[in-house]
């Protein structure tokens, strides 16, 4: 199955402190800003089910509300007890101030 890309709505809709959450193709994803990148992952994290949009961003690690379990949201990549599992990440296009998600 190739990728396509989809809208998942104005840049300016993500902030830089705090995560936000879109549903594109029935993906509940968190959407991140750190600088003018834009990063998403799967909103739901590995280890607690809570959602990620609700943690603490700092730098380019998203921290779970629940039990303070980091990820990188470059690569989805688990950094810390008691993460075990990464978490998915999608790539992310920027066109015309709007954000398009590549959904395989």
Known sequence: MSEQWLDAGPVDDVGEEYPSSVVVAGKELALYRVGEEIYATDNLC???????????????????????????????????????????????????????????
């Not at 989805?76 to 296009?93: E, I, Q, S």
């Open 46 to 104: 590995t280890h607690g089910n809570a959602r990620l949009c609700d943690g603490y961003l700092e730098g380019y690690e998203i921290e779970c509300p629940l039990h303070q379990g980091r990820f990188d949201i470059r690569d989805g990549r688990a950094l810390c007890a008691p993460l075990t599992t990464d978490v998915r990440t999608y790539p992310v296009k920027l066109v015309d101030g709007r954000i398009s998600i590549g959904i395989d």
